[in-house]
């Protein structure tokens, strides 16, 4: 009972200060992703060792592929590729590319009612606090 609870206060103090430090400083630090990491860590412990091996190999995979996005696109962050990956070892899955989708939807209706309102293209934006609304509201639906 206790564990789960951890995982999810370590979860929501990691996101909410990513998202603060992202919009403030277009940076997230790396004690948020040990925050981060140490809520996935914590959400493991009721899985079953084949679950574990999932998330692991699933995280490596979505942080690689966000890397590559970073680094051929120059429109990711290295905050946002980490901050990624971390979420990718807490939740499963279906529910880290449902959340993924979902932020990207809200960042591309943030952009759109950016031009439309300043008649300008956004150079650049904090993409924590899309990851941040996407992760709360996929976990509260799903």
Do not use: W
């Not at 370590?10 to 996101?15: E, K, N, P, V, Y």
């Not at 690689?64 to 990624?84: E, R």
């Not at 924590?128 to 509260?140: D, E, G, S, W």
Request: proline share 4%.
């Amino acid at each position: 009972m206790i564990v789960p609870l951890l995982s999810s206060v370590l979860l929501s103090i990691g996101m909410i200060t990513a998202t603060v430090q992202d919009i403030r400083f277009h940076t997230i630090p790396n004690a948020v992703y040990v925050l981060l990491l140490a809520g996935g860590v914590c959400s493991l412990v009721p899985l079953s060792l084949s679950a574990i091996a999932e998330r692991l190999l699933f995280a490596l995979l979505i942080g690689l592929a966000m890397l590559f996005v970073a680094v051929k696109t120059d429109q990711l962050g290295g905050g946002d590729v980490k901050m990624i990956a971390c979420l990718a070892f807490y939740f499963a899955p279906i529910v880290t590319l449902y959340a993924l989708m979902a932020a990207c939807c809200i960042a591309l209706l943030y952009c759109l009612g950016y031009r439309l309102i300043k008649k300008a293209k956004p150079q650049s934006f904090a993409f924590a606090p899309f990851l941040t609304v996407a992760y709360a509201v996929t976990t509260i639906l799903i």
